[in-house]
């Protein structure tokens, strides 16, 4: 079974935490060990986008890469090792002594399929994520999980706020009809020659926040970064 490690937050809904709160605390002679480790790791998956950092350091495509390595028992995403080097993130004990004991191995020269047919997971090729976010979940303060929980919700109002102006805009283009939405409970009215208000018919296709969620994940990030900033500096 192949264990999951260093992925990020990538949604504020999502699973994942912000690599803020684990900086630090790694012996420097294992972090560049680590770090060459996972450079040296087989291409498991491959991703149309390039990864982004989290610090929102502006490094590139080239640095962060675009898919996951592997090295039969772990997988990581290619812009683990910046995040060690680039902002001395540290990891799992588990997987700092896995690497001292894997270390002088090289997979470079080595297929994905001849490497995981290597490993005791070869008849069982799936993926297990429990165990890295055990270990973040551990360490991440419930005021974060909090702060986290308001954005999600101020994302949702925010869409609500935009939708209803959108709302109000079609019904003063389409016009409204002399009927009440035949949607249950539904008090408002039906656009002209439909039978459903602006709505409920939105409701009916599904209502998608992403762009609220996107924009208050920055705002969360960009509150870390300032607080790491101002640990920092004290």
């Not at 209803?164 to 656009?191: D, W």
């Amino acid at each position: 079974m192949l264990k999951k490690i260093g992925f990020w937050i990538e949604n504020l809904d999502d699973q994942y935490q912000p690599p803020q709160y684990f900086v630090g605390g790694m012996d420097p002679a294992d972090k560049e060990m680590v770090a060459a480790y996972l450079d040296r790791g087989v291409t498991y998956l491959v991703y149309r986008g390039y990864d982004w950092c989290r610090f929102q350091c502006g490094a590139g495509g080239a640095v962060m890469g675009n898919c996951d390595l592997t090295d039969g028992e772990w997988y990581w995403p290619s812009s683990l090792s910046h995040y060690l080097r680039s902002h001395d993130i540290r990891l799992p004990e588990e997987f700092i002594t896995h690497v001292r004991q894997n270390r002088s191995r090289d997979f470079r020269r080595t297929t994905l399929d001849e490497l995981l047919n290597e490993c005791s997971h070869r008849n069982e090729k799936r993926e297990e994520d429990d165990i890295w976010i055990r270990w973040c979940n551990e360490q991440v303060p419930d005021a974060i999980r909090e702060r986290r929980n308001e954005a999600i919700i101020e994302a949702k109002r925010e869409h609500l706020v935009l939708m209803e102006e959108k709302f109000r805009k079609t019904e003063e283009e389409v016009g409204l009809s002399s009927q009440v939405c035949l949607f249950q409970g539904c008090q408002h009215y039906a656009l002209k020659e439909k039978f459903f208000c602006v709505r409920c018919i939105h409701k009916a296709g599904g209502q998608e926040y992403s762009g609220q969620l996107a924009k208050k994940l920055f705002e969360f990030l960009d509150e870390l970064n300032d607080k790491l900033l101002r640990s920092e500096k004290d």
